[in-house]
């Protein structure tokens, strides 16, 4: 827990009686986070930590849901109206199991990155839900915001102005091209970043054009590390005292995750050498073959396993050939062996495939689609699929948090909330009376 290794460092205290964090010079004190759930949050690494979420879509709400899963209170700031941008990206959708409640009900997208927060439904375009989000913001110890450069200035919620609210905040500002650059005041989207930095043009069939990664991969990416980033900035702040602002772009972060063969190209100074769909431009044979039934994705990653590839379908034979005998040759004769490779590999279904290649040490896989892979015996053996209980909707499932802890137990403590959920809790427990907060929602500030 980042407050009780803080306390080791002398810059926490830690109350474990009274539930709270006391700074030792005593100018900030506040409630800890409180979690309604089966998991027992005081052994999770970011329990105790407060997070002001002001990010809508995907990078953001990623990065937030991870700082969630590991311990953190998340008070998500939505549109009083609208909320999150992908309330109302669908279908699919789960459906509302309440008749007093009107819609389609809570999309799928917005519940597989939102769970472990709190919602609260603030307009910050009235001065009186700016007085609020300052109040937060003092109260917080991390905010992260998805907003184009400079849009938050005119509301004082940029990094310069909260600064002076709270000096000790970390404050995480995720854009499509960073703060500073030619791009900076580009919009940025997944896709668009994912062609203009790299990724799309190695992507897809050899032949083919380029086509973009099947999930937001560069939003993804985006989102871990920035939270990544946010636990560094925490652990920096123990030793100092001081918070930061962290610029996190995608564009940054698509060529960051370019990696090895980004490295190929400043090495040797050429061009990349396109599109290999699930081939490997320097190993053969390592890609997938079809089956009598579906795909299955072999990877004779040495001559050794190349050998063991041949002995399990039946062509030993094919080791001596001297058009395949070493790896370099193989990349040479690649179409002659490839197809060769598939005549045999479609004789059999997937399923048989599989039972023959099992504890032969080569890598191989049937390629799966999405309910194939969420069905799967290990994924399901990995807890990797929760059902959990939404207040609206009844029993969900939902994709559990991947990694797993010898002592703590990261996972879904709360559903996705509905929108405005906790605006009542939350405000509360910064210190405003029932009655304030029924006057902010009858002047539409918050809901």
Not at 367 to 389: F, P, Y
Not at 403 to 427: C, F, M, N
Request: aromatic share 6%.
């Amino acid at each position: 827990m980042l407050g009780t290794a803080a306390c080791s460092r002398g810059f926490w205290q830690f109350s474990r009686h009274q539930g709270r964090l006391i700074s030792r010079n005593g100018l900030r004190s506040r409630n800890l986070a409180t979690t309604a759930g089966l998991a027992d949050t005081s052994t999770l690494p970011l329990a105790g930590i407060r997070v002001l979420d002001m990010t809508r879509v995907l990078a953001g709400p990623y990065c937030t849901q991870i700082l969630g899963d590991l311990g953190a209170q998340v008070i998500k700031i939505e549109h009083p109206v609208r909320g999150d941008d992908t309330r109302a990206w669908g279908p699919p959708y789960a459906k509302y199991q309440t008749d007093d409640i009107h819609g389609p009900g809570e999309s799928a997208y917005f519940l597989s990155v939102n769970r472990n927060k709190k919602s609260l439904g603030l307009s910050f375009a009235h001065p009186a839900g700016v007085e609020v989000l300052h109040k937060l913001a003092k109260e917080c110890d991390v905010l992260v915001e998805n907003y184009l450069p400079g849009a938050l200035k005119k509301y004082n919620m940029d990094y310069d102005s909260i600064a002076k609210v709270n000096p000790s905040l970390i404050y995480a500002s995720i854009t499509g091209y960073g703060q500073t650059g030619p791009y900076s005041n580009r919009a940025g989207y997944d896709v668009m970043v994912e062609a203009e930095m790299g990724l799309m043009h190695i992507t897809g069939s050899r032949d083919g054009p380029p086509v973009k990664v099947g999930v937001a991969v560069t939003d993804l990416t985006t989102g871990l590390y920035t939270s990544n980033s946010i636990m560094a900035a925490l652990l920096g702040r123990i030793r100092t005292g001081k918070g930061q602002h962290i610029d996190v772009a995608l564009s940054d972060c698509q060529v960051a995750t370019l990696a090895n063969i980004a490295s190929s190209a400043l090495i040797s100074g050429k061009k990349d050498s396109g599109r290999w769909g699930t081939a490997h431009p320097s190993i053969v044979p390592y890609r997938a073959f079809k089956t009598a039934d579906g795909d299955i994705l072999l990877g004779g990653g040495n001559d050794r396993l190349y050998g063991v590839l041949c002995e399990r379908i039946g062509k030993p034979e094919w080791t001596t050939d001297a058009r395949f005998s070493t790896n370099a040759i193989r990349v040479k004769n690649r179409d002659v062996l490839e197809e060769m490779i598939e005549k045999e590999t479609q004789r059999k279904t997937t399923q048989e495939w599989l039972e023959i290649f099992e504890g032969s040490g080569m890598p191989y896989a049937a390629i799966n689609d999405i309910q194939g892979t969420l069905n799967h015996s290990h994924v399901l053996a990995r807890n990797m699929v929760a059902e959990v209980e939404h207040s609206q909707c009844g029993p969900i499932k939902l994709v559990n948090t991947p990694v797993k802890y010898s002592h703590s137990a990261p996972g879904i403590r709360t559903p996705p909330p509905t929108l405005g959920q906790h605006t009542d809790e939350v405000l509360q427990e910064v210190g405003l009376s029932k009655a304030e907060v029924e006057r902010l929602r009858s002047e539409g500030v918050v809901a």
